[in-house]
Each structure stands twice: as C-alpha cells, then as structure tokens.
C-alpha cells in the first residue's frame, strides 16, 4: 500500500499480560522501524529492520520485548508481561533505502493502555 | 550522546504571521536532519528533509534552514493558517559506517494558530 498501517489502533491489556501489534510497511520499501512515544513528545527508538533482518536493536528492552519482520507478513512488536510504564504509543515507520536522503514514512500508531 | 531540543515549546499567533521555529542539536556528526508535524492522535507527517551537504530546504510555505557547524536548523512558516496548527518535531539522523541510522527527535513545539 501507500501508506504504513498499523493495527490495532488502540489496544487495552491487563498488567502482566501478552500485547502485540503489527504493521504493514509501505510496498517496496526495505527498511522498518519501531518507536515508542510515552509521554507527550518524547519519541525512543526501539528497533530496526532491513527487509526480515534486525539491523538495530539498541533501543529494545530485551527482557520483554520481541519483533519480527518476515516475509510476506506484517511486522510485529510483541510485549510480554506487560507492565504499567508500557502504556504509550507504538509507531512504525519505513523508508525506501538505507541512506540519508529518504525521509521515514509513519504510521498513526497503536495506543497501548496497560491497566 | 545525541540530544535534540525544539524551541519554543509551545506558540500562539494569530493567522497570517509569519513564524520560526527553532532546533539545535548537540552532535554535528548528523546524516540529515527532518522536520515532521504531528496532529493530535495521528502519526508524523514529513515536511521537509535537509541532507547534511544542504543548507536549506523550501517546501511551499515553509522554509528549513541547516547549520550543522552550529548545530542548529530553523523551520521557517509563512502567512501562517488555522490548519497549521500541530506539534511540530525535528529529528537527526546520526551517521553510521552502513550509513543508515535511528532518528532522534526533539520535544516538539505545540503551535496554534488563531482564525
């Protein structure tokens, strides 16, 4: 498609339980990342993808987080044990190339709500 | 470290003024450098990108300036509109021996722009 989607839109769970969410990057383009946005602004880089590969997961709690691209399926990001301080929102982005001059392309986000 | 600050953090005028907003970045080391809008319960909308071999991008209305040197980039909004109104972010991208990197945002600045 066109743009990067992202589902679900909003996403509630209990404090201890699974959440995963998906997204579907723009066709054709290579690369995919993942953000988490907690407090109003305040953007972290969680994880990045080239094609099906991790290319940068220096952002990644690794103790409860997990994500895969693999082919011909969304992408995920999958939390386990979920705790409170993981309520924020969830974007992906993705870029045509790996160079510096392809802006990143947004989705609108997953909603996480841990209560 | 890479640190990313937007100032102001938030402004009001009134329709039709022209307005800057500012960025400054602690590492000159960037690849580019972009400017994103963000509307409330959306994703980022990339506005304009700057390589770091550019000093400015125009894009319409708007005007983005680079002094990498200097580490700081203005975005420029002229004859400002009621739909200009939204949280404005600029991002870097850091340089990598792949040449590809995470972005790392600013805390944004909140304009609203009065009819």
């Known amino acids: 498609g066109e743009e990067v989607a992202q589902t679900p839109k909003h996403l509630v769970r209990g404090e201890g339980q699974k959440a995963k969410l998906y997204c579907a990057p723009i066709?054709?383009?290579?690369?995919v990342f993942w953000y988490q946005q907690v407090l109003k602004n305040e953007f972290k880089f969680l994880i990045s993808?080239?094609?099906?590969?991790?290319?940068?997961e220096t952002g990644m709690p690794k103790e409860r987080f997990s994500a895969k691209c693999l082919p011909n399926s969304p992408c995920s990001l999958e939390i386990q044990a979920t705790k409170l301080e993981d309520s924020a929102v969830y974007f992906c982005?993705?870029?045509?190339f790996g160079q510096g001059n392809q802006p990143q392309h947004f989705g609108d986000g997953t909603r996480l709500s841990i209560l | 470290k890479q640190e990313v600050t937007q100032i102001p953090a938030a402004l009001s005028v009134p329709e039709g003024e022209n307005l800057v907003l500012n960025c400054s970045f602690t590492?000159?080391?960037?690849?580019?450098l972009q400017w994103f809008r963000q509307d409330p319960g959306k994703g980022l909308t990339s506005l304009l990108l700057?390589?770091?071999?550019?000093r400015e991008q125009t894009s319409g209305r708007l005007n983005a300036s680079l002094d990498k040197s200097s580490g700081r980039s203005t975005l420029y909004i002229a004859a400002s509109q009621p739909g200009d109104s939204a949280t404005y972010l600029c991002?870097?991208?850091?340089?990598?021996?792949?040449?590809?990197?995470?972005?790392?945002f600013g805390t944004g600045t909140r304009l609203l722009v009065s009819p």
């Open positions: 982005a993705s870029s045509q």
């Open positions: 700057i390589q770091s071999s550019q």
């Open positions: 066709k054709g383009h290579s690369y």
């Open positions: 590492d000159s080391a960037i690849y580019n």
């Open positions: 991002a870097v991208e850091g340089r990598a021996n792949t040449g590809f990197q995470k972005l790392v």
């Open positions: 993808f080239q094609n099906e590969n991790v290319f940068d």
